[in-house]
């Protein structure tokens, strides 16, 4: 979010510049006298150089809205279980965010069972989560073990809100390694 308004910024110093630039010579023109015929060629493609511009201009602006809405869209993905199913997995949504600078451990806001998370040094949550489909584990795993041994392991916590941390089953990045992950309530308890 804080690059996106970066980009923002240097477009909108680059817009202020360039209609700077475009005021002043519109204004010496007014008061300048004819041109002379060797710059009206030049004149004639000066009136092309505003599109370059407002391209230039809107390139950044652009480019800073299309990394805002990568960062913060969030589309509900919603699953229609089939007659009878009883599968209540929920997928986690992303984005992921990485725990304790690790590259293959992520956390992520629970939306689905905040009800169910550990609290401080109670090992209660139900909730199991899978990768593609395959279980990972070991459960109740302390954040320091998830981000610095990996290899499966995830948490189910309650604070202030309710978090999943995770890593990957071969410790690859959660991030980028194209996987699905999903989260549902364990049939025995």
Do not use: C
Not at 10 to 37: E, Q, T
Not at 122 to 142: C, F, I, M, T, W
Not at 151 to 170: C, E, T, V
């Amino acid at each position: 979010m804080l690059l996106a308004f970066i980009v923002f910024l240097a477009a909108l110093a680059v817009a202020v510049v360039v209609f700077a630039d475009y005021g002043r010579r519109h204004l010496n023109s007014s008061v300048a006298p004819a041109p002379a015929p060797s710059l009206v060629a030049a004149n004639a493609a000066a009136l092309r150089l505003p599109w370059a511009t407002a391209l230039l201009i809107a390139t950044p602006i652009y480019l800073a809205a299309m990394y805002w809405a990568s960062t913060t869209y969030d589309p509900q993905i919603t699953r229609f279980a089939l007659a009878g199913s009883t599968d209540q997995s929920r997928p986690i949504p992303r984005p992921y965010q990485r725990l304790l600078d690790s590259k293959f451990a992520v956390v992520v806001h629970d939306r689905y069972f905040p009800e169910d998370a550990d609290l401080t040094g109670q090992e209660r949550s139900n909730v199991q989560l899978y990768e593609d489909g395959k279980l990972l584990g070991p459960a109740h795993s302390s954040l320091y073990e998830t981000a610095v041994l990996g290899m499966g392991r995830y948490s189910h916590w309650k604070g202030n809100y309710s978090i999943f941390a995770f890593s990957s089953s071969d410790n690859t990045d959660p991030i980028t390694n194209g996987r699905t992950y999903s989260a549902r309530r364990s049939p025995e308890k």
